[in-house]
């Protein structure tokens, strides 16, 4: 353990600190361009010079207070004896704010070393960081790393190693601008962070009361500060009568002084500020314009589906031709090597028209999240937010909860972890029961195979339709909760806009890799479980290995079920069963469907006449089509989303009534759109 | 005057912010304080506003920025 040396990170939201965390540890943890990502505080390991070195990753806070879930997770672990160094990650292009926490963890007097992040995006915008200067206003060490570009990581770690001991501290050189100080004591040579007399005459007197009752304690100097703040978590563990010393709160005092040094600091390292600034504002007079906003941003997501569809299509043909090819050439395969004929039928029935079915869609799946990573990394997600105050508002709902929806639209998973940015928890909870209902992109399969088996030319457009259908459930069931519940909307938004900035292909490229690996691994796994699975039920029943699958007992278990589902158009017990294989992920609907009818290239043109045949010779049509669409966009989410769903509110009881409420409300829209399109 | 009565483009001096203890520390630790210039950069007329205050800009609901309350910088 004498070699274990543990280390802090620390930063703001959206200052790159996980993706560093991972750059050392290659752990995959989740990150996103959202706060609120690291909520409780993850572990990894790695060694440097034969040290092991115990990573901490802790949530990204604005400060140490501690009203707030994150800071209390954070400022309790670093105070504790878990960590030895803290490593304060700081976006080194929004340096002014990233400070503030900075001279709260230097005054914590822990050895804190300053790693600053994204160097990259400041040299971009023209700016410069002296870096000499820098380490001498703070007196601590700062290194400049780039956790994207993997550059700095060592020398950090090197720092680390070296800075662990609290008694050495670097000496501070600070100009003090000719102010005269006329306090007993020169704390300039001690402290990063000296406050005007009034303040430091205060906390001398603090500290003296405090050597007398609590002798023991270390950094009395914090805690004097934290009194003057009135601090409650700190009055309540050291009581303390200080009623002639304090005679209200200083924290505004020292928040505000604190951002005076920073300034000063600001001032002296930072070469060519706001150079580009005026950039951003002449792009936000549009997007956030007042009446422009909307409208772009809606023309914006329309260009996004757009694009999804027919660049995603283009590209959707190869992969079937492709699919086609290898399907028969496997086939033939087996048969010249005289595999038996069950054997032949679960590879190339089950698993090749299952996942392959499944992996002509990663064209599609990979525009939309390419085209949404743009949108996220470029600084437009919280313009959105800001646009669409208003008019959640009118909802019931904060404009803070569109962003949970908006990345529905992505995988409902990562949007209802996300709603743990809304402060309220009546807010949290109607996001979360509405969030599914954004369609998520496990759905878009299911609404490209059938539209463009019934709909022709106009397929396009009613898949659009089925994500404003999605929006519009979610809308009026948020509409009608809060008129329930009476609760007024907050107008209580406080969200950070930062500065655009051309997204960067990396961070793009490392999303939208993650997307397609999650998509490509749960077509590994899960989809191919279920589509391993849906053979067998489909192709044993009560009389053994059967090669009329209305025999199979996927048919037996269809069967029971059906009656429920005749009233919405959907009494097939081919259907019911894809529904229910849908649980496990939505795009098993596809590949469960090419099991059931037994069509292996189900996509392609001829795969999807045949399917359009058989469904046609049972009485499916138009309307039926319709109405499983619509089904399969409302009903239960996947599993995955339903224990993230049960994991985030903390109840087994609430998460089953959601699952009721949205297996409910499926019923319910698929009945009304299949009546009403029986009537055309 | 308060925030929301604020104009676009023009900067402000915050004078005291009432609003409820939790939300009134989350403002100052984002560095909105007593004294504290602040910029105002749009203002609809019914919803939130975007602000700029410590080198950052911020999207506030129109609730908080009634409860701040400013006095133009005369300089």
């Given at each position: 353990m004498e070699n274990e040396i543990r280390i802090g990170f620390i930063g703001n939201p959206n200052c790159g600190k996980t993706t560093l965390f991972n750059a050392y540890t290659g752990a995959n943890l989740k990150v996103a361009n959202w706060p609120g990502v690291t909520v409780e505080k993850k572990e990894g390991q790695t060694t440097y010079q034969g040290q092991t070195c115990r990573l901490i990753d802790l949530p990204g806070i604005y400060s140490l207070t501690s009203y707030t879930m994150e800071e209390t997770v954070s400022r309790e672990c670093i105070m504790s004896d878990e960590v030895d160094v803290i490593v304060d990650v700081a976006d080194a292009s929004c340096l002014e704010r990233n400070l503030y926490l900075t001279l709260q963890l230097i005054e914590l007097g822990k050895p804190v070393i300053l790693a600053l992040n994204m160097m990259d995006i400041v040299e971009a915008r023209g700016m410069e960081i002296d870096l000499h200067r820098l380490p001498e206003m703070l007196g601590i060490p700062v290194i400049p790393v780039s956790a994207k570009r993997k550059t700095g990581l060592s020398i950090l770690l090197h720092a680390a190693a070296h800075h662990k001991d609290p008694a050495k501290q670097s000496p501070f050189i600070h100009h003090h601008h000719g102010k005269v100080s006329f306090h007993p004591h020169n704390h300039h040579e001690e402290y990063a962070m000296v406050y005007e007399d009034y303040i430091e005459d205060k906390i001398d007197a603090i500290t003296e009361i405090l050597t007398e009752k609590y002798p023991s304690l270390p950094n009395k100097r914090w805690y004097s500060i934290k009194y003057l703040e009135q601090d409650r978590s700190v009055e309540k563990q050291f009581p303390l009568d200080l009623e002639h010393v304090i005679d209200r709160s200083y924290e505004a005092d020292i928040i505000n002084q604190k951002y005076n040094f920073i300034e000063e600091v600001i001032d002296e390292v930072l070469v060519n500020k706001s150079q580009k600034e005026a950039k951003t504002d002449a792009i936000d007079r549009y997007l956030t314009n007042r009446w422009l906003g909307l409208p772009i941003f809606l023309a914006i997501m329309a260009l996004v589906f757009f694009l999804t569809f027919t660049v995603g299509d283009f590209l959707k043909g190869y992969f079937e031709i492709g699919l086609d090819a290898f399907s028969e050439a496997i086939r033939k395969c087996l048969v010249s090597l005289q595999t038996n004929d069950m054997l032949i039928s679960l590879v190339v029935d089950g698993v090749i028209a299952g996942v392959g079915g499944i992996l002509t869609f990663l064209p599609n799946i990979f525009i939309l999240f390419l085209a949404l990573a743009f949108l996220e990394d470029s600084g437009y997600m919280s313009r959105v937010a800001f646009v669409m105050d208003d008019i959640m508002g009118r909802l019931g709902l904060s404009g803070r909860a569109f962003i949970p929806l908006l990345l529905g639209f992505g995988c409902s998973v990562p949007a209802v972890m996300a709603s743990r940015a809304l402060e309220h928890k009546k807010d949290r909870l109607k996001t979360i029961l509405i969030t599914p209902f954004m369609s998520c992109s496990a759905r878009l399969p299911v609404y490209v195979l059938f539209s463009s088996m019934f709909f022709g030319k106009y397929a396009m457009l009613v898949c659009y339709s089925m994500y404003l259908l999605g929006i519009l459930v979610a809308v009026t069931t948020a509409f009608i909760l809060s008129r329930i519940d009476g609760s007024r909307s907050e107008q209580a938004l406080l969200i950070e806009l930062p500065e655009y900035k051309s997204p960067s292909a990396g961070t793009i490229a490392i999303y939208v890799w993650e997307k397609v690996k999650d998509y490509l691994t749960r077509a590994g796994t899960v989809i191919f479980a279920a589509s391993v699975i849906m053979w067998a039920i489909l192709n044993f029943g009560p009389s053994g290995y059967v090669t009329d699958i209305s025999l199979s007992f996927g048919s037996c278990l269809g069967r029971i079920i059906v009656p429920l589902f005749r009233p919405v158009g959907l009494g097939y017990w081919q259907i019911v069963v894809a529904l229910i294989a849908g649980i496990a992920a939505k795009e098993v609907v596809v590949s469960s469907c090419s099991v059931l009818f037994g069509i292996?290239?189900?996509?392609s043109g001829h795969g999807m006449a045949a399917m359009t045949a058989s469904l046609a010779s049972l009485g499916f049509g138009t309307a039926n089509a319709l109405s499983l669409m619509v089904f399969c966009l409302l009903y239960v989410p996947c599993t995955a989303t339903i224990a993230t769903i049960r994991r985030e509110v903390n109840s087994r009881r609430l998460t089953a009534l959601f699952v009721l409420f949205q297996l409910a409300t499926a019923w319910i829209t698929s009945f009304l759109v299949y009546h009403i399109s029986l009537l055309f | 005057m308060v925030l929301k009565q604020g104009i676009d483009g023009r900067t402000y001096r915050v004078l005291s912010i009432h609003i409820e203890f939790q939300l009134e520390r989350r403002l100052e630790a984002l560095g909105l304080t007593r004294d504290t210039r602040i910029t105002v950069l749009n203002n609809r007329k019914r919803g939130s506003l975007i602000v700029k205050f410590r080198g950052t800009r911020f999207a506030l609901g129109k609730r908080i920025a009634n409860h701040i309350e400013i006095a133009e910088v005369t300089e």
């Open positions: 292996q290239n189900i996509t | -």
